[in-house]
T-cell receptor, first 115, second 112 residues
Framework: DADVTQTPRNRITKTGKRIMLECSQT?????MYWYRQDPGLGLRLIYY???????NKGEISDGYSVSRQAQAKFSLSLESAIPNQTALYFC??????????????FGPGTRLTVL | TQLLEQSPQFLSIQEGENLTVYCNSS?????LQWYRQEPGEGPVLLVT?????EVKKLKRLTFQFGDARKDSSLHITAAQPGDTGLYLC????????????FGAGTQVVVTP
């Protein structure tokens, strides 16, 4: 079974709709991240969380919100989706213990299309 | 503007040829990682380099971290079709503990 899972894998929605993307992990990692990937731009950080009570904005947080429901769960919401939020969305985890260099483990991604 | 610039953006080679991908920045990184991403999947970590001048080898892949810890390269010897993918470099700046900056990636295609 995958260590980092994302649901849904694909979603098509309309402008103005509220969308939630969910991420779960079984790795026991404390840190979780949400990225979006656009062609030619690489991965850009939306939000990140270092533990259940810690939520931080990344470089492109406008139009998004997150919730860390448990150490293993981190969800991303688009309150009112717009077409330029069409992208691939990835959840990632990392472990702050043991001297690790923030090596990240990614889920399989969610392809979101906003019409 | 990307903090990490990768070149080339796209590389198409024949099986058996060698290739090098570059990752450059004006910033200093405490560590730098290379990932490979295949279609429909998330990036997968290949290696982490942390010391200036460090060279790491992973079978036919050789990774080098620049002496000043501002740049890195990935060299593949005798490429195989299984090496096809998007190669991403990612760096952790000294004052951005816990966050990575990603390059835009280099798409490598190896044809039989």
């Amino acid at each position: 079974d995958a260590d980092v899972t994302q649901t849904p894998r694909n979603r098509i929605t309309k402008t103005g709709k509220r969308i939630m993307l969910e991420c779960s992990q079984t790795k026991g990692h404390d840190r979780m991240y949400w990225y979006r990937q656009d062609p030619g731009l690489g991965l850009r950080l939306i939000y990140y969380s270092f533990d259940v009570k810690d939520i931080n904005k990344g470089e492109i947080s406008d139009g998004y919100s997150v919730s860390r429901q448990a150490q293993a769960k981190f969800s991303l919401s688009l309150e009112s989706a717009i077409p330029n939020q069409t992208a691939l969305y990835f959840c990632a985890t990392s472990d702050s213990s043991g001297g690790a260099y923030n090596e990240q483990f990614f889920g399989p991604g969610t392809r979101l299309t906003v019409l | 503007t990307q903090l990490l610039e990768q070149s080339p953006q796209f590389l198409s080679i024949q099986e058996g040829e060698n290739l090098t991908v570059y990752c450059n920045s004006s910033s200093v990184f405490s560590s730098l990682q290379w990932y490979r991403q295949e279609p429909g999947e998330g990036p997968v970590l290949l290696v982490t380099v942390v010391t200036g001048g460090e060279v790491k080898k992973l079978k036919r892949l050789t990774f080098q971290f620049g002496d000043a810890r501002k740049d890195s390269s990935l060299h593949i010897t005798a490429a195989q079709p299984g090496d096809t993918g998007l190669y991403l470099c990612a760096g952790e700046e000294n004052d951005s503990w816990g966050k990575l900056q990603f390059g835009a990636g280099t798409q490598v295609v190896v044809t039989p």
